[in-house]
């Protein structure tokens, strides 16, 4: 859905400190420079892995260009424009995301990014589309974005989040100025969460979260998202689902507490297929199976974890382990 509730993008990207973060203060401080001398082009697209905080980078942006008076490059927080922003009302900053996270984009939602552009910017400025993430926009939804940025309203930017941008149409990205963003050098999340966190914690957050700044705030934060929904498991082993789905779904900085849950799920179903009526609160289609092949998928799993610590290639090192495990479940059953 179009909507001007910022509020939403938070789903998106963590909602931690304002202001850029201390990794992207070079990409800033170029887009700044270029808005200052009237040369950035009215289309950029945000490029990288997830929960690098590409999102955040975009929402910061768009806060400076609707700013009145900014200081030194970076929105003032003062201005009524700013209030607006803060608080998710600005009536020109229009922002796109899928209604559920993997949701596609329709083209409903592009035509009434249009309309909204049509209309004279509300508080005599500048109006700002953000659309995140880019590449869930469907094949007609992409086509009528083509068309508007053939054709740019003036005085309007678009900042395209994505994480995927194999996915885009190359139409698009080549109207768009292209920007990378990758994973950051550890001591620039330590500057940016050393207030409030101790160097160890922030440390064994880095690992855990592999080094991806959104996972590491989250994890620090409670841990959001460390509880991934097991039954898909159930879902891949009675042939609903293919390794691919699962393995597409599930980003290398979420892989680790994957495996531990897939870990546990095994303990759990060896109890279950002995007997144990405790354990049953964790029933899952694998505690069908006797406890010698469970060991096997246990062990598997186990040497997945080594080899994702030993840097193998995440997606592939899931497919094939739950293939080896399909493996395993098929040929008890046939
Ligand atoms: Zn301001």
């Not at 980078?57 to 922003?85: D, T």
């Not at 609160?281 to 040497?303: C, F, G, K, M």
Request: with cysteine; hydrophobic share 40%; proline share 5%.
């Amino acid at each position: 859905m179009a909507s001007n509730n910022n509020e939403q993008l938070n789903a998106i990207c963590c909602d931690g400190p304002r202001g850029f973060r201390p990794w992207h203060q070079a990409e800033a401080a170029h887009l700044v420079l270029a808005y200052q001398e009237q040369r950035l082009p009215h289309a950029l697209i945000l490029v990288g892995p997830q929960y690098v905080e590409k999102t955040h980078f975009a929402r910061e942006f768009a806060q400076f260009l609707l700013c009145a008076s900014p200081v030194n490059g970076i929105a003032c927080s003062q201005c009524k424009s700013c209030q607006l922003c803060i608080a998710g009302t600005h009536p020109d900053w229009i922002n796109v995301e899928p209604e559920e996270p993997r949701k596609v984009l329709r083209v409903d939602t592009i035509r009434q990014v249009q309309a909204r552009l049509q209309q004279t910017a509300q508080q005599g400025g500048n109006k700002v589309c953000v659309i995140s993430p880019a590449e869930q926009m469907n094949e007609n939804a992409a086509n009528a974005l083509l068309k508007i940025l053939e054709e740019p309203p003036a005085n309007t930017y678009f900042l395209l989040v994505a994480h995927h941008a194999s996915k885009i149409l190359p139409t698009i990205i080549s109207r768009c100025q292209r920007l990378s963003f990758a994973i950051p050098a550890q001591d620039k999340i330590v500057d940016w969460l050393g207030d409030d966190f101790t160097k160890e914690a922030i440390q064994q957050a880095i690992e855990k979260g592999r080094g991806f700044p959104g996972r590491v705030y989250q994890l620090l934060n409670g841990g959001v998202d460390t509880q991934l929904d097991m039954s898909r498991l159930d879902a891949f082993f009675s042939g609903r689902e293919t390794a691919q789905d699962i393995a597409k779904n599930i980003d290398s900085s979420q892989l680790p507490d994957f495996l531990d849950g897939f870990l546990r799920l095994a303990s759990y179903s060896v109890k279950i297929s002995q007997g144990d009526t405790n354990a049953a609160a964790n029933n899952s289609i694998l505690s069908q199976l006797p406890a010698s092949e469970l060991h096997q998928i246990y062990d598997r799993v186990a040497t997945a974890k080594i080899a994702l610590a030993q840097n193998a290639n995440p997606r592939l090192l899931l497919e094939s382990l739950l293939l080896q495990c399909l493996a395993i479940y098929s040929n008890f059953n046939s």
